[in-house]
């Protein structure tokens, strides 16, 4: 009797199992997979790096360069990167087939150039994220080339000036 | 549901044993009482009908260069959680300890002596969660110890003594790693020893670290659990907006109670089939997973991802809910819950389902008081306990439900009460989506002043959930998270005591411990000294 019952309702629901891979998985639109970020676009302001959870996305410098990794191993889908990038440059997309032979297959970068403070030379922003700034508002372009350190030299070497003390 | 004047017996008999009270904040009394007297005042609450809901210890010596233990009791009939906050030098940590008299204490102290090194005085103590080649005299909870530290091994000469090849309980491919000792007598349980925190994480000090800020904990929080994940990070962020002042729009209130209910539908309806599994009945098993599915796509659809939703922000929700997910919503609990009733009808109509469950596993209801147990345990055995009534929080205040109680305290009772929080919480979806109010999900604007304390409480498909903050600058000072299973398996050696083997694999998976745990137990025959393993799955 009790047999008979689940047997019914076996046989009025058939097979519901997908032959995954062979057919598409169900995925709804709302899925978030792994993200893309795109390299045109990227200025390497470090903003997905600062709100990644897991520390997926690392910012690094090394000589005359800053290099953005991706680690998808160590990425947990949470799509924060993408709501916070200021240049819209991460997508989030619904790729979720992610396993490779290599760990080098799960890193992908972007590599930007740095620029240099005009006064000491030392590493400072993007040169990508310098062009956007200066794109948004042209007259910053010498205030941006010097490093926060110098600035702050040079600033109160010209207070210093004003109070009078530059005569002594 | 506060009524001042039993309140202030309370805080009268708190007085009488020499406590103080330390703060008031929303429903929160804090009390501060010195070590001596701690134990009577845990007494005096416990007698006047508080829940201990779990205890914490905390090195507080950056802010008044002392330790401290809060024990956190609930007053279920109030809505108010009372705390007691014990001060305990450093140059002298030991404190006594409420055990005698409130047992559910009996871990979350062992915990604070593992990790805080503050000894407690009147109990038996043994290390619980630090595993047994970590070195004595370092305490991982304590500022100065890093996040990241790993501190030499220490070998035991216990552990080389050891034979027998035990390839299962640690095994990573398993389920999770929990451990039973059955002791036997032919084929009666006569004693229970369980060992588990193999798999300790640190989640609570790794918040509290400078890799943590408070907007990345709830991903963390998330992670504690792979079925109930929702739950902890709800509860961490209602306990920082708690501490912090922080008024949630309503709508992100109504998204999360959904969310919520949705986490309760596919918890319920895993533990189902896994129970029919247990009980050899497979068909049973497969349709309940078959059911289940579509409340893991309707997850999806509403969050993105089929677990882990990642839709918690201090603040809100980061994804709204628009007409299509409404009636995507409708649609699937209408299906679920004429399909639910069918299923359940089949299943019970199995004449060994009803056998092998009823009476078998018997928790009473002094003991189940006694353990402080939690959620569906609790209601099949009498205790009317519910967070979501007790403490009405996020939008459960608008909605009416019944809490589903039965009093047998059996394995059938722990199932009938998860059937009926199914059809309960269809019924609450439903009631949420109908008022479902407007405006945004999210503040953006919001600042969180450190040193404030909050509790936070939800009721988790397993039961009562608990996170308790101090908050710091940028993170949490400290976090401390009880999940309900913490409270519900010292319960089992209550349940499995005199009763016959075979019974065992269910009772067990009778209070759905993260359901994963159960794979397998030692059995030790106590007459021959004979131990052999077994696999739950068989059935035994
Ligand atoms: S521009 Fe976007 S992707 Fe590039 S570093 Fe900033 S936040 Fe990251
Ligand atoms: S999706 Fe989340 S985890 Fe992955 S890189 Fe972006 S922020 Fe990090």
Same mark, same amino acid.
């Not at chain 2, 451990?179 to 032919?186: A, D, I, K, P, T």
């Not at chain 2, 009772?413 to 989506?433: T, Y």
């Given at each position: 009797m009790s047999v008979a019952k689940i047997l019914e309702i076996a046989l009025r629901t058939g097979r519901v199992t997908r032959r995954y891979p062979y057919e598409p998985p169900l995925l709804t639109p709302e899925f978030r997979g792994a993200v893309k970020i795109d390299p045109s676009k990227c200025w390497g302001c470090g903003a997905c790096v600062k709100v990644c959870p897991p520390n997926a996305l690392t910012l690094k410098p090394a000589g005359k360069e800053a290099t953005l990794e991706y680690f998808v191993g160590r990425c947990v889908f949470c799509g924060m990167c993408a709501e916070v990038c200021p240049a819209k440059a991460i997508e989030v997309t619904k790729e979720f087939e992610l396993s490779a032979t290599s760990l080098e297959d799960l890193k992908s970068r972007v590599i930007h150039r740095l620029a240099r403070c005009s006064i000491c030379g030392a590493p400072i922003w993007t040169e990508a994220e310098l062009r956007t700034v200066v794109k948004s508002s042209p007259i910053a372009e010498e205030y941006y080339l010097v490093c926060p350190k110098c600035r702050k030299e040079r600033f109160a070497k010209a207070a210093m000036l004003r109070l009078g003390a530059g005569s002594e | 549901m506060k009524s001042d004047s039993s309140l202030s017996t309370i805080v009268k008999a708190l007085e009488e044993v020499g406590a103080f009270v330390e703060e008031v904040r929303d429903s929160e009394v804090y009390f501060r009482v010195t070590r001596e007297n701690v134990r009577a005042a845990a007494r005096a609450l416990y007698s006047l009908g508080a829940y201990l809901k779990t205890c914490a210890g905390v090195d507080e010596r950056e802010l008044s260069g002392l330790f401290a233990v809060y024990y956190i009791f609930g007053l279920d009939d109030h809505g108010v959680d009372a705390v007691l906050r014990v001060l305990v030098p450093q140059d002298d940590p030991w404190t006594v300890s409420v055990v005698p008299d409130v047992p559910a204490a009996d871990w979350c102290e062992l915990e604070v002596r593992d990790l805080l090194g503050i000894d407690f005085r009147g109990r038996l103590t043994k290390r619980l969660v630090l595993p047994e080649d970590w070195p004595e005299g370092v305490y991982p909870l304590r500022k100065e110890f890093k996040y990241d530290e790993k501190p030499p091994r220490v070998l035991r000469e216990e552990l080389s003594e050891e034979v027998g090849i035990?390839?299962?309980?640690?095994?990573?491919?398993?389920?999770?790693?929990?451990?039973?000792?059955?002791?036997?007598?032919?084929?009666?349980?006569?004693?229970?020893?369980?060992?588990g925190f193999h798999v300790h994480r640190g989640i609570e000090k790794l918040a509290e670290s400078q890799r943590f800020t408070y907007k990345q904990v709830p991903f963390l929080a998330?992670?504690?659990?792979?079925?109930?994940?929702?739950?902890?990070?709800?509860?961490?962020?209602?306990?920082?907006?708690?501490?912090?002042?922080?008024?949630?729009?309503?709508?992100?209130?109504?998204?999360?109670?959904?969310?919520?209910?949705?986490?309760?539908?596919?918890?319920?309806?895993?533990?189902? !089939?896994?129970?029919?599994?247990?009980? !050899?009945?497979?068909?049973?098993?497969?349709?309940?997973?078959?059911?289940?599915? &579509?409340?893991?796509?309707?997850?999806?659809?509403?969050?993105?991802?089929?677990?882990?939703?990642?839709?918690?922000?201090?603040?809100?929700?980061r994804k709204d809910i628009n007409t299509e997910k409404i009636d995507k919503v409708l649609k699937t609990i209408t299906d679920l819950r004429k399909e639910f009733t069918e299923l359940v009808k089949a299943m019970l109509a199995v004449p060994q389902i009803k056998s092998r469950a009823s009476g078998t596993g018997v928790l009473t209801k002094a003991e189940a008081r006694a353990l402080s147990v939690v959620g569906p345990v609790a209601r099949a055995s009498g205790l009317y306990r519910d967070v979501r009534k007790d403490y009405p929080y996020l939008a459960y205040k608008r909605v009416s439900f019944k809490v589903p109680l039965y009093t047998e305290g059996?394995?059938?009772?722990?199932?009938?009460?998860?059937?009926?929080?199914?059809?309960?919480?269809?019924?609450?979806?439903? &009631?949420?989506?109908?008022?479902?109010p407007g405006g945004s999900v999210v503040v953006e604007e919001y600042d969180i002043p450190s040193g404030r304390r909050a509790v936070a409480a939800i009721e988790a498909p397993r039961g009562e959930d608990v996170h308790f903050i101090i908050t710091g600058v940028g993170r949490p000072y400290r976090w401390r998270v009880r999940a309900p299973t913490y409270q519900n398996i010292p319960a089992l050696r209550a349940m499995l005591r005199g009763t016959p083997l075979a019974d065992a694999p269910l009772t067990i998976a009778s209070i759905d411990p993260c359901f994963s745990c159960t794979d397998r137990v030692t059995v030790l025959d106590v007459r021959s000294g004979r131990k052999s393993f077994i696999r739950l799955k068989q059935g035994v």
């Open positions: - | 035990p390839v299962g309980p640690y095994h990573p491919a398993l389920h999770e790693p929990e451990y039973f000792e059955l002791y036997v007598e032919g084929e009666r349980v006569v004693d229970v020893a369980y060992r998330e992670r504690i659990c792979g079925i109930c994940g929702f739950v902890h990070s709800s509860c961490y962020v209602m306990a920082v907006e708690k501490a912090a002042g922080i008024v949630v729009p309503e709508r992100a209130e109504f998204i999360r109670s959904i969310v919520l209910e949705v986490e309760r539908l596919h918890s319920h309806l895993l533990w189902l !089939g896994v129970a029919a599994h247990l009980l !050899g009945y497979d068909a049973g098993f497969m349709h309940a997973w078959r059911i289940r599915e &579509q409340v893991m796509v309707l997850a999806e659809y509403l969050t993105g991802s089929r677990k882990t939703y990642g839709i918690n922000l201090i603040g809100g929700v059996d394995n059938l009772a722990r199932l009938l009460v998860r059937v009926d929080e199914v059809f309960e919480s269809i019924e609450i979806i439903k &009631q949420l989506i109908d008022m479902l």
